[in-house]
């Protein structure tokens, strides 16, 4: 099992910047590939960004170039920098890790509200 605990969600204005955490524990051994999903109101979760154990990169178009994604494998911990923030970023971001198998791990979620 592979427990993911999200934080640094908040309220920030437009043109802002907020950087998430998400700090996992458990089972890592077997985690090649960790990300970032965001769900808005009213629409299906999608992938933001996405960071494999060897540190490739991968970005939704609407963020490229304003998130960045990051590890730290040592804390077993993963960043996402976001920067030029837009209202249309507000929404509900989750951390998932996924493993060799294919299998799915979840955090809560944590709020990004921006604002006009």
């Known amino acids: 099992q592979v427990q993911l605990v999200e934080s640094g969600g908040g309220l920030v204005q437009a043109g802002g910047s907020l950087r998430l955490s998400c700090a996992a524990s458990?089972?890592?051994?077997?985690?090649?590939?960790m990300g970032w999903y965001r769900q808005a109101p009213g629409k299906q979760r999608e992938l933001v960004a996405r960071i494999t154990s060897i540190g490739s990169t991968m970005y939704s178009d609407s963020v490229k170039g304003r998130f960045t994604i990051s590890r730290d494998n040592a804390k077993n911990t993963v960043y996402l920098q976001m920067n030029s923030l837009k209202p249309e970023d507000t929404a509900v971001y989750f951390c998932?890790?996924?493993?060799?198998?294919?299998?799915?791990?979840w955090g809560k979620g944590t709020l990004v509200t921006v604002s006009y």
């Open positions: 998932n890790a996924r493993n060799t198998y294919g299998m799915d791990y």
């Open positions: 458990g089972t890592m051994f077997s985690i090649n590939a």
